[in-house]
């Protein structure tokens, strides 16, 4: 039991990031914007906001989506500017991102899943030495 309760996080977390990398590469749509990537950014908001109706006119929707991105990205703040594949591999991130990923594992093996698991056998024993 205690293989699956500490392999089961390690499994999840190699399908994520095997999900994160591999069909879903493409970056966020304010990301494209503010690296002047407009035929990315058109591709994501295509991607992201598909009209149900096919009589609308879908250029004139994602081009004017586009420019309000723009307009709301250079008055509000600039955000991050460093990609998902940067940070995961680029020289100077990917230390600090595969640390947390790493930390992040250590907490679910160690305090979420046993504790789950083992909480009904943790409190009937509690119990049992309790009352005797």
């Known amino acids: 039991?205690?293989?699956l309760v500490y392999g089961f996080p390690l499994i999840l977390m190699t399908l994520q990031l095997l999900l994160c990398l591999v069909p879903f590469k493409a970056e966020p749509i304010d990301f494209c914007i503010q690296k002047g990537d407009d035929a990315g950014?058109?591709?994501m908001i295509e991607k992201v906001f598909r009209p149900k109706d096919k009589t609308v006119d879908k250029s004139k929707i994602f081009t004017q989506y586009l420019l309000f991105r723009k307009t709301e990205l250079q008055s509000g703040?600039?955000?991050g500017s460093i990609s998902v594949m940067k940070s995961m591999f680029g020289s100077e991130y990917w230390r600090a991102t595969?640390?947390?990923a790493g930390l992040g594992l250590c907490g679910q093996a160690c305090a979420i899943g046993p504790t789950?698991?083992?909480s009904t056998t943790i409190v009937k024993k509690i119990e049992t030495e309790?009352?005797?």
């Open 98 to 100: 595969w640390v947390c």
């Open 77 to 79: 703040s600039q955000g």
């Open 130 to 132: 309790s009352m005797g």
């Open 41 to 43: 950014a058109m591709f």
């Open 1 to 3: 039991m205690w293989r």
């Open 116 to 118: 789950v698991v083992f």
